[in-house]
């Protein structure tokens, strides 16, 4: 079963189908995976800057529906506390970011903006939610692209990262850390169940902006080694999961046998010994 919802980003996250943050944890263990599951963590300092980012971004509008900026205040004096505790009481649930984080969110947003094929991509569906039945498990599965459009016969997917570095070779090693080839592949796969398009029609572009000056900027498509990575981990990782799912068995790093796993050296140092 499939379907496609507006709707918001709590209502999207409160959802049990599986994402790929959650999913990309079996990479450790699927005990570390369903502890995880079980006790969710706040959002980090980093998390809710990139999240301050893409709404800035993507959805300017709703901005101040979701973050407040917090004025530039000393908090120890008695007029400053006064003044932050005022502002704390007016907003509400929204998340805080500082002044700084404010202004550097703008600085990245103006240099998505001002690259030409930056700008193209975001112009699209936004943050929308889709939900889908894994073909071969059955597992409930859900992606929320940032954005995704229909150019002819193609649907493109765009992903807006803050990193610490654009540089391509850099990037290359946060997707690998990171588990975006993962994310690559399963959004293409649980777009083409809900859009009715073929996976070989549907391309993933990443845009990468940098957190600090000059805020330097990449826009990276993922080529078939990305998708047949992801699609290879996202195949396992289901697979465990639903297997996990189906034993009650969520075993730890000595795996589903117990056995002891061997101890060595890394291979550059076995190389260096044997010379």
Same mark, same amino acid.
């Given at each position: ?77 008695? %007029?400053? =506390?006064?003044? #932050?505790?005022?502002?704390? @009481?007016?907003?509400? +649930? ?5 002044? !700084? ?108 902006? %940098?957190? =600090?000056?000059? #805020?330097?900027?990449?826009? @990276?498509?993922?080529? +078939? ?5 992801? !699609? ?44």
């Amino acid at each position: 079963m499939t379907s496609i919802l507006k709707e918001s980003n709590k209502a999207y996250h409160s959802n049990l189908a599986i994402s790929k943050s959650s999913l990309v944890k079996m990479s450790v263990c699927p005990q570390y995976f369903k502890y995880c599951l079980d006790n969710p963590e706040p959002p980090t300092d980093e998390l809710i800057f990139g999240s301050a980012f893409h709404k800035l971004t993507l959805e300017p509008t709703d901005f101040n529906k979701e973050f407040a900026v917090a004025p530039n205040v000393k908090r120890n004096t008695k %007029e400053g =506390k006064a003044i #932050y505790d005022e502002f704390l @009481l007016t907003s509400g +649930d929204c998340e805080i970011i500082t002044q !700084e984080q404010y202004a550097a969110i703008q600085a990245m947003r103006d240099v998505v903006v001002d690259n030409k094929y930056a700008r193209q991509l975001i112009q699209g569906e936004v943050e929308t939610s889709m939900y889908f039945d894994d073909d071969l498990t059955g597992v409930p599965c859900k992606v929320r692209p940032d954005v995704y459009k229909t150019v002819k016969d193609r649907v493109v997917i765009t992903d807006l990262k803050s990193c610490r570095s654009a540089q391509t070779l850099e990037f290359m090693r946060d997707v690998v850390k990171y588990g975006y080839d993962l994310q690559a592949a399963m959004y293409r796969i649980g777009a083409s169940q809900v859009l009715g398009v073929p996976k070989e029609n549907i391309d993933f572009v990443f845009i990468a902006v %940098e957190k =600090k000056p000059p #805020y330097l900027i990449n826009v @990276l498509q993922a080529d +078939d080694f990305v998708f047949q990575r992801g !699609e290879a981990l996202f195949r396992e990782y289901i697979g465990t999961y639903a297997e996990c799912l189906k034993t009650g068995d969520w075993y730890g790093l000595n795996g589903i046998t117990g056995v002891i796993n061997n101890l060595s050296l890394p291979n550059y140092l076995i190389n260096d010994n044997n010379k």
